[in-house]
């Protein structure tokens, strides 16, 4: 018998689907290879270059001979620079002991749900959300249960909802505040609701993703979840550096959680990845420690460009906007484009919505069905002025012609 392609490769990455974000940030680039003028809208990754501080640590360490191998949960300088950042930031007690130091927060996700799920443990994610959760709780053998909020509850799930959803196969509620695709973030009121609900259920665990914590534009700021007394010692929260600090290709990631849970996911990432490069993290660790100005500016500019894209993305007739609050995305509702043809490509669904613009305006952007919301789509606005300017322009110009 002669193996064919899918023989030889495992049910487990047969089944896995392809990262939506990275899918068509590939299609851009393909087309871009052709010749076209793409503008790509599709990966969460600030325009910013990385502070200049933060790159000076790093140099200076690496001429210092952080160069070897890392403790598998980091090093020392930087799990302890974690710990004050959590207390002066969020009011989150730790020790070294609880820090787990990752290849980015994706894989802090992954080794939690690799060393906490059992197969056929449910878990609850709030729905919009990032694209690998439901992937990763499928991968470490879980049954994702999405509980989902549409634009009229600002893409916010209620405490009730929550609620509602627990059985007794519950191992984990996961969310992202500020939220990845939607840019909603939970107040301190929603959370509280949210953490009295998960209180009593003992076998309940939290995993809280705050990667966008530094790009919050609600006056109250960000408040964690883990602070909550109900859900203190059961909430496990995840960081990194990625989007505050734009340091994407430092692959840099984090996690507080108790004890026994930073140690399951330390021995799973010794057998996988080991620790995360040395210099990288000296970087990280003077970036938690020295004056967090740059980031406190790209804020401002991510919120500049907010109402930017908001006021123009709303001229556009049967474009439903919903108005975030932080990381860098808008996640319209375009559903009243369903239906609608331009004599040559009928738009059915998100993807074809998504994949009219990509071929039409020759703009990138990611469909709604990636994060769990048909009829919507994700704009990320982590780019200049003028390009927003003229993606949305070319965007606008596009669905003019559908009727």
Not at 133 to 158: M, Q
């Amino acid at each position: 018998m002669i193996a064919t392609s899918n023989s030889v490769l495992s049910d487990r990455v047969l089944n896995m689907e392809e990262s939506a974000t990275l899918k068509m940030s590939q299609m851009a680039r393909d087309l871009r290879a052709k010749g076209h003028d793409v503008i790509s809208l599709s990966l969460g990754e600030p325009d910013f270059d990385t502070p200049r501080h933060i790159k000076r640590a790093a140099k200076k360490a690496l001429d210092a001979g952080y160069t070897k191998y890392t403790p598998v949960p980091g090093l020392m300088e930087l799990r302890e620079a974690i710990c004050t950042k959590f207390k002066r930031d969020n009011g989150l007690e730790f020790t070294p002991n609880n820090i787990v130091v990752s290849n980015g927060a994706k894989q802090s996700i992954n080794n939690l749900c690799m060393a906490m799920l059992n197969p056929g443990d449910e878990v609850i994610i709030f729905a919009p959300y990032w694209v690998s959760y439901s992937a990763i709780v499928k991968l470490a053998g879980g049954v994702p249960v999405e509980v989902f909020a549409g634009i009229k509850e600002d893409y916010k799930v209620s405490a009730q909802q929550v609620a509602d959803a627990i059985t007794d196969r519950t191992k984990l509620v996961l969310f992202s505040s500020p939220c990845n695709p939607t840019g909603s973030v939970y107040t301190e009121e929603e959370l509280k609701a949210i953490a009295e609900v998960i209180a009593p259920h003992e076998h309940i665990h939290i995993i809280a993703d705050e990667i966008y914590e530094f790009i919050n534009f609600l006056d109250g700021g960000h408040v964690s979840i883990g602070t909550f007394p109900g859900v203190k010692d059961r909430t496990i929260t995840v960081n990194g550096f990625a989007k505050g600090f734009a340091m994407t290709g430092w692959r840099l990631g984090y996690i507080g959680a108790p004890v026994h849970i930073a140690k399951a996911c330390a021995k799973l990432q010794g057998q996988c990845t080991s620790g995360a490069n040395a210099f990288s993290q000296m970087g990280g660790a003077h970036a938690l420690l020295a004056d967090l100005k740059p980031t406190h500016k790209m804020n401002k500019a991510f919120n500049k460009r907010k109402r930017l894209v908001l006021r123009l993305l709303k001229k556009i007739k049967g474009m439903n906007v919903n108005k975030p609050d932080g990381a860098f995305y808008v996640f319209p509702d375009i559903s009243k484009f369903f239906g609608k043809t331009d004599g040559n490509m009928t738009i059915n669904n998100s993807d074809d919505f998504c994949e009219y613009l990509l071929n039409t305006a020759h703009v990138a952007v990611v469909t709604g069905s990636a994060f769990g919301a048909e009829g919507c789509f994700r704009l990320s606005y982590a780019a200049s002025e003028d390009t927003l300017k003229e993606a949305i322009s070319r965007i606008a110009t596009a669905l003019e012609k559908l009727h």
